[in-house]
């Protein structure tokens, strides 16, 4: 499942060779990152586009099946991840995390 960014600024503008978020979410604070691979030439475009994907994200409805989808592709990749790095850790960590 590709994100919004590489659906919407890699795909359809071509403004990226690579870009992919990250969310690190804590308490109190927390880091929203975007990590975007450009040529001098497209850059401020590039910004632009990741800012006004973000404001659709404040002003725009999500559809609840977009939702679920996501949330789904989310968790196999972190159960693929977790496969790789650890086996013997996936079953406890199914049944205990999620």
């Known amino acids: 499942m590709s994100s919004r960014l590489f659906q919407n600024i890699r795909e359809k503008q071509g403004l990226a060779y690579s870009i992919y978020s990250d969310?690190?979410?804590y308490r109190d604070t927390g880091?929203?990152?975007?990590?975007?691979?450009t040529s001098r030439e497209s850059a401020v475009k590039l910004v632009e586009s990741v800012v006004a994907e973000f404001r659709?994200?404040?002003t725009e409805e999500?559809?609840?099946?977009s939702c679920a989808?996501?949330?789904t592709s989310s968790k196999a990749a972190w159960f693929s991840a977790w496969s790789r790095a650890c086996p013997a850790c996936l079953t406890w960590r199914?049944?205990?995390v999620l």
């Open 56 to 58: 659709k994200l404040k």
């Open 23 to 25: 969310l690190n979410p």
């Open 62 to 65: 999500v559809l609840l099946m």
């Open 31 to 37: 880091c929203l990152s975007v990590y975007a691979g």
């Open 69 to 71: 989808v996501r949330k």
């Open 94 to 96: 199914a049944r205990n």
